[in-house]
T-cell receptor, first 111, second 114 residues
Framework: RKEVEQDPGPFNVPEGATVAFNCTYSNSASQSFFWYRQDCRKEPKLLMSVYSSGNEDGRFTAQLNRASQYISLLIRDSKLSDSATYLCVVNRDNQGGKLIFGQGTELSVKP | EAGVTQFPSHSVIEKGQTVTLRCDPISGHDNLYWYRRVMGKEIKFLLHFVKESKQDESGMPNNRFLAERTGGTYSTLKVQPAELEDSGVYFC????????????FGAGSRLTVL
């Protein structure tokens, strides 16, 4: 079983749609949680960190449920430029830099 | 500020040959990481340098892979001899602080072994 599991998609949605991605992690020692975004043949880039209290950045909202070991990302009012692969990433305590990636969820936003 | 740069962007070699990938981290970043993504799989950690020292090389798949960071600046990752299953994208990342969770990644070096 993978340590970080994501639905690989692809998710094909029209512009303006709301889309939600889910991620589960298996190691309860995980301490830090992130969503990265990767455009085709480009580097992964940090989209946002994820906190237990939930956090929002514009159209993006991330949630963490430690009890269920579940992370989510909600994108509202999808734009064409949101098309990318979204990577769920966790890190165990005191292993800074040793990130554990999910396989990624591909999103395609259509006109 | 220049980002993390990697060279070559794409390398095609035959099984049994040797390839050397290079990574230039962001200037001043003591921490340098190598990751790779093989076809159909997730990105996986290979190793972590702090300056010129290997802090953690638990992700290195086998002894055909050799990473170096002489002088604590750029790093090389050599695969010798390359096997078909080594094909994938090799990412380098760097961070200023040891223990940092947020890394800056390079665009990757795509390796194709025929």
């Amino acid at each position: 079983r993978k340590e970080v599991e994501q639905d690989p998609g692809p998710f094909n949605v029209p512009e303006g749609a709301t889309v939600a991605f889910n991620c589960t992690y298996s190691n309860s020692a995980s301490q830090s949680f992130f969503w990265y975004r990767q455009d085709c043949r480009k580097e992964p880039k940090l989209l946002m960190s994820v906190y237990s209290s939930g956090n929002e950045d514009g159209r993006f909202t991330a949630q963490l449920n430690r009890a269920s070991q579940y992370i989510s990302l909600l994108i509202r009012d999808s734009k064409l430029s949101d098309s990318a692969t979204y990577l769920c990433v966790v890190n165990r305590d005191n292993q800074g830099g040793k990130l554990i990636f999910g396989q990624g969820t591909e999103l395609s936003v259509k006109p | 500020e220049a980002g993390v740069t990697q060279f070559p962007s794409h390398s095609v070699i035959e099984k049994g040959q040797t390839v050397t990938l290079r990574c230039d981290p962001i200037s001043g970043h003591d921490n340098l990481y190598w990751y790779r993504r093989v076809m159909g799989k997730e990105i996986k950690f290979l190793l972590h340098f702090v300056k010129e020292s290997k802090q953690d090389e638990s992700g290195m798949p086998n002894n055909r892979f050799l990473a170096e960071r002489t002088g604590g600046t750029y790093s090389t990752l050599k695969v010798q001899p390359a096997e078909l299953e080594d094909s994938g994208v090799y990412f380098c990342a760097s961070s200023l602080y040891t223990g940092a969770n947020v890394l800056t990644f390079g665009a990757g070096s795509r390796l194709t072994v025929l």
